[in-house]
Nanobody, 122 residues
């Protein structure tokens, strides 16, 4: 019922920018925290950034000052503005969200998107 759909990935040169979007759809009652994680080949999935429903943000040290997470609660969408991209940012980026369904608004469940590829290369 609930789906997280990422978009905005692609190929970009070092120093370039990309803006990722993740829209949650379904019979949603509310969304608390939303975030972005990434996984490079041969590495564990790691946190990139998170944002609460109140706008409190948290970033991995490796992306601080370069990435900005934001959300549009009316659209159930979270964004990741990625600037000054580096080759080491290359990974599959996954959207994550804690969601309460309209059918069960008293319990929050965690959901993952399918991932979108970001490749930083000349």
């Amino acid at each position: 019922q609930v789906q997280l759909a990422e978009s905005g990935g692609g190929l970009v040169q070092p120093g370039g920018s990309l803006r990722l979007s993740c829209a949650a759809s379904g019979s949603i009652f509310s969304i608390s925290a939303m975030g972005w994680y990434r996984q490079a080949p041969g590495k564990q999935r790691e946190l990139v950034a998170t944002i609460t429903s109140g706008g409190i943000t948290n970033y991995a040290d490796s992306v601080k000052g370069r990435f900005t997470i934001s959300r549009d609660n009316a659209k159930n969408t979270v964004y990741l503005q990625m600037n000054s991209l580096k080759p080491e940012d290359t990974a599959v980026y996954y959207c994550n969200a804690d969601i309460r369904l309209a059918s069960n608004p008293f319990q929050s469940k965690n959901y993952w998107g399918q991932g979108t590829q970001v490749t930083v290369s000349s």
